[in-house]
């Protein structure tokens, strides 16, 4: 027996319903299969949330939000795993079909505006009033029904019907064992999950092989099956949903809302064990993504949280290995990267830069990470460690108020010369002097929220690190429209010239790009006409004498570069700079050399 249609959708889960809704309304004849006793699938067993970038419900809140900015969310969060031209259409047709479900279906749905959904930067979640994925069901079937369109539980499709390469319509178990031919226009099929399929989980997912699954028990990946021996291509198969809140071995499952809500995941001895605001399917992610093969190594001293977390914290996470060396400077670490077969390092971007010229001594191929952190990263080293070692810097800012790096940037999401994006789980913006939020391109303090921060105890510098819930870190940004950070400067090491604000770091950057800089501090000293000018402290690379040939062409170098107002108006060439422990530059101290600099000058004057 045969019955032709235009559309067959296979799976009555929230897709399939939505997708049989969406063709019958289009005017084509439209029947829906299922082979569980009940429609529904895991969107039954979720909140039936619906993220959705820019639609009219988010206007009305006064949220503004855009499918570019949506893209950017769901790429950060999959930490660039995902397809962006499926993401960039799902974004696109977000809104749209958010409406579609509500004002056409009949979907009892609102806007949820009392928290965020992980990883999402504003709020875009769009879900049923009672946060049940079943009453999303329950509207989808009521929509079915009124429309007349059949639909058919109990009814396995066993196979496709394919002739002369094209899927022509279906096989379908029948009550009395055999099987029958749905001839279709169209097949869609909406059965690809297949988290319930040992084997194929095996397969593509190993490193979840034999963990418990709590979903749908249908969700056995008929469509993959199907499709591969069709000779479709697969992609992005490694994806999966991790659900990190199923209580064991009773197997309930908790409602991730209840942590983003502010609630915490304890074991039976009421211990906390991880960090919830990663997200269920974050949950134990980062963006160093280390292995327990990995053999860490680096400078920073563990009592600083940058060595705290590089080289204790976070081998110890995942079972890695890490190297303790009593010194740790340039001339230190490149043998114990050899010598130790060191994969991920840890150091400043000074470290970085002074190692570039001793690298042909030593076999660093071990090495397949290398994160930067402790001062700002010049696009300069990042170009010349890349070039010579074909190794992309992850450049960090963290601080010690905050415990560790909460913007940064997988290899595959790093942007030359920007620090990066907020670490899942942390929110990061630019405001202004009275806290008020600066739009994307602006520049400001930085503020930083997440699951750690600042806590003075007694202390009055609480109030001032602390404003509004927000750690205000002493950085001045600015946030690009894709959510990227550009480091400007420290927020004391901005100088303002006759009216002008420049950041020190960015012409240091410009110097260091010429062939004669070996390193560089730039401060602003005082002036009786601007009331502060650009000064650079310049050591130079050995063959390159000082003198005022050298400056103009350094000077001339800068106005190149950057905007020409920002040159250094007064270069001075020193043997060494001074810097902390850990490599860092201390422009306080060139701050206080330009200051006393001033004051012997005028007392010669006099």
């Known amino acids: 027996m045969s019955t032709e249609l235009d559309v067959v959708v296979v799976g009555a889960g929230g897709c399939g319903l939505a997708a049989a809704i969406a063709a019958h309304d289009a005017g084509v004849s439209t029947a829906i299969l299922e082979k569980l006793d009940r429609p529904g699938g895991n969107s039954s067993l979720s909140t039936g949330s619906v993220p959705a970038a820019g639609s009219r419900f988010q206007r009305e809140a006064g949220i503004v939000d855009s499918a570019e900015r949506m893209e950017a969310d769901l790429l950060a ?19 749209e079909t958010v409406e579609w479900l509500i004002d056409t279906v009949g979907a009892r749905m609102q806007l ?35 429309r007349e369109i059949p639909l058919a539980v109990g009814n396995g499709v066993r196979d496709l019907i394919v002739d002369d390469g094209a899927v022509r319509g279906v096989l379908v178990e029948s009550a009395a064992g055999g099987t029958e031919r749905i001839l279709a226009g169209k097949v869609i099929l909406a059965v690809n999950g297949y988290a319930g399929n040992p084997d194929l989980v095996r397969r593509f997912c190993p490193e979840i092989a034999g963990a418990q699954y709590f979903g749908a028990r249908g969700s056995t990946g008929e469509a993959v099956l199907w499709g591969e021996r069709l000779g479709a291509g697969l992609s992005n198969m490694a994806a999966y949903q991790g659900y990190a809140a199923v209580a064991y071995p009773h197997g309930s499952l908790l409602s991730w809302t209840t942590i983003e809500k502010g609630g915490i995941l304890v074991d039976h001895r009421a211990r906390r064990f991880g960090d919830e605001s990663l997200g269920y399917s974050g949950y134990a992610r980062n963006v160093l993504r280390p292995e327990a093969s990995d053999r860490f190594i680096g400078s920073p001293p563990l009592a600083f949280t940058f060595g705290l ?14 190297v303790l060396l009593e010194k740790a400077g340039p001339d230190d670490l490149l043998p114990a990267i050899a010598q130790h077969k060191a994969t991920i390092c840890f150091t400043a971007p000074t470290a970085y830069r002074a190692m570039l010229s001793k690298l ?7 090495l397949r990470k290398c994160v930067s952190a402790g ?15 074909g190794i992309r810097l992850m450049d960090g800012i963290g601080a010690t108020e905050m415990l560790h790096i909460f913007i ?23 405001v202004d002097e009275e806290g008020r939020d600066l739009p994307s391109g602006s520049v400001g303090r930085l503020a930083v929220r997440g699951p750690t921060g600042c806590r003075y105890l007694a ?30 400067a420290r927020s004391d090491d901005m100088i303002i010239s006759a009216g002008y604000n420049i950041a020190g770091p960015e012409v240091e950057a410009a110097l260091l790009t010429h062939p004669a800089v070996a390193e560089c501090g730039v401060v602003g000293a005082p002036d009786d006409g601007r009331g502060t000018v650009v000064k650079a402290y310049v050591v130079l690379r050995p063959g390159h004498a000082p003198g005022p040939e050298l400056t103009k062409v350094l000077q001339d170098h800068v106005k190149a570069e950057i ?25 306080f101290e060139l701050r206080r050399i330009a200051q006393e600099s001033d004051a012997h000058e005028e007392a010669l004057s006099a």
């Open 563 to 587: 905007a020409p107002y920002k040159y250094p108006r007064l270069i001075e060439f020193v043997e060494a700079l001074p810097r902390t422990q850990t490599g860092k530059l201390q422009r």
């Open 360 to 366: 042909d001594g030593f076999d660093i191929s071990t």
């Open 77 to 95: 969060i999959s930490g660039g795993t995902d397809e962006p031209e499926l993401v960039r259409r799902l974004s696109e047709v977000s809104a």
């Open 459 to 488: 202390d009055e510098r609480q109030g001032k690190y602390v404003q509004g819930g927000w750690n205000i870190t002493g950085d001045t940004y600015l946030m690009d429209e894709d959510g990227y950070f550009w480091y400007q």
């Open 375 to 389: 001062e700002p990263l010049p696009k300069g080293t990042f170009e010349a460690w890349k070039d010579a070692t």
């Open 309 to 322: 977390g590089g080289i204790v914290l976070f081998p110890m996470y995942v079972g890695a290995s890490t």
């Open 112 to 146: 949820i505006t009392a928290y965020k959904h992980i990883g999402h930067t504003v709020q875009r979640l769009h879900a049923p009033i009672s946060r049940r994925g079943q009453d999303l069901v329950e509207d989808l079937l009521a929509a079915v029904e009124k």
């Open 408 to 430: 940064a940037a997988t290899e595959d999401e790093i942007r030359p010369g920007a620090t990066g994006r907020p670490v899942p789980g942390y929110e990061a913006k630019v």
